[in-house]
């Protein structure tokens, strides 16, 4: 008899683990199945979300925020938003803000002739508020 409890034993310490570890498993399969759900927004619906946010600017955090928040997708933000973003930049008087905003968008686009496109588009608000590129003003 003490040989078959000496068996027993193991054996029922190894079925307690085995039931403990699944039902982990299952609980954390649980988990990473019900994280949570992100939609997918389209790129008219960033643009619009960002110009709202730019024209509601009232101060230089603010738009420094959102800056960081507009450029931080892994896209290049549409003529609207930059314009948006100069003329807060001009509404806050941050002239190096709104120098910077042509900076970033250099560094976004990453391709010269895009770039160009840009500022061939957002030439007449330019000039409008005054803004020139980090080229222009020979830096």
């Keep these: 008899m003490s040989r078959f409890l000496a068996i027993s034993r193991p054996l029922a310490a190894a079925t307690r683990v085995q039931v403990a570890r699944s ?11 019900c994280y949570s759900e992100h939609h ?7 643009s619009a979300r960002f110009v709202k946010f ?8 603010e738009l420094q925020r959102g800056l960081n928040n507009a450029f931080g997708y892994d ?14 930049a001009r509404r806050v ?3 190096p803000t709104a120098v910077r ?5 250099k ?15 957002l030439a007449p608000i330019r000039a409008e508020l ?10």
């Design 130 to 139: 005054g803004v020139d590129s980090k080229e222009e003003l020979g830096l």
């Design 101 to 105: 905003i042509l900076e970033g968008l």
């Design 23 to 33: 039902a982990f498993a299952s609980r954390t399969a649980v988990q990473i199945r």
């Design 107 to 121: 560094a976004k686009a990453n391709n010269e002739a895009l770039y160009k496109q840009y500022l061939e588009e």
């Design 75 to 88: 896209l290049v933000p549409s003529t609207p938003v930059i314009e948006a973003a100069l003329k807060a």
């Design 54 to 61: 730019f024209d509601n600017v009232d101060d230089l955090f």
């Design 40 to 46: 997918e927004e389209s790129f008219e619906d960033y």
């Design 93 to 95: 008087n941050d002239y």
